[in-house]
């Protein structure tokens, strides 16, 4: 396995959480994960960070601390989990998306995967995952849509990803975005699979 370093989100989790009116910060960038399990820990913390921020969308004067105007990047995890037996199949990579507030449109990529099997067998996965043809603001100011597809390689097996991630912007101001497909096409050589998609990213 390719030797690999992240940046570790300990200090941005413990200032981020300290209480509920301490003002959102700018985080540094990350970078791709040892292996699964410390990057998992990674994602964690970074979702329950963003998870813990209020929606903007449900407060008045509702669309307050989303940009209008400009561009943003987010630079995070994509998580893909996909229910083969008799381990779930558990991919990890870095993503980065740019959203455009002029044009309302998001867009992004994922690569520098590892997993683990369904045996419990870890690995670096070669290919990506492409994210393109996102819109921002689709049923509230502060919500998108972005789909993705990707062919990931790993372990002997070939995984192929493809659905559109409904996500949220968090914080006033922004400081990241959480997505989820809870219903993905997913399929391991060929065979199709249940799954579930997440993308947790902080603001560059």
């Known amino acids: ?59 008045p004067p509702f669309v307050e601390g989303m940009p209008t105007a400009g561009n943003a990047s987010y630079q995070g995890y994509f998580l893909a989990e996909i229910q083969t037996d008799p381990q779930t199949t558990r991919l990890l990579g870095l993503a980065t998306v740019n959203a455009n507030f002029d044009s309302g449109t998001i867009s992004g990529a994922a690569s520098d995967f590892v997993g683990v099997d369904r045996t419990g067998a870890m690995d670096d996965y070669s290919g990506g995952v492409s994210m393109t043809g996102g819109s921002v603001g689709v049923n509230r100011p502060n919500d998108f849509l972005l789909p993705y597809s990707g062919s990931l390689n790993g372990n002997g097996e070939i995984v192929s990803l493809s659905g559109t991630l409904l996500g949220t912007f968090k914080g006033d101001p922004v400081l990241g975005i959480l997505g989820e497909d809870s219903a993905p096409t997913t399929a391991i050589d060929s065979n199709p699979f249940t799954g579930q998609v997440n993308l947790s990213a902080l603001g560059l």
């Open 1 to 59: 396995m390719m030797v690999r370093t992240f940046a570790t989100l300990a200090l941005l989790f413990s200032a981020g959480c300290g209480g509920g009116s301490a003002p959102d910060s700018t985080p540094p960038g990350q970078t791709p994960p040892t292996d699964y399990f410390s990057g998992k820990i990674a994602y964690d913390e970074m979702t329950a960070l963003l998870a813990a921020r209020f929606n903007t969308a449900f407060v």
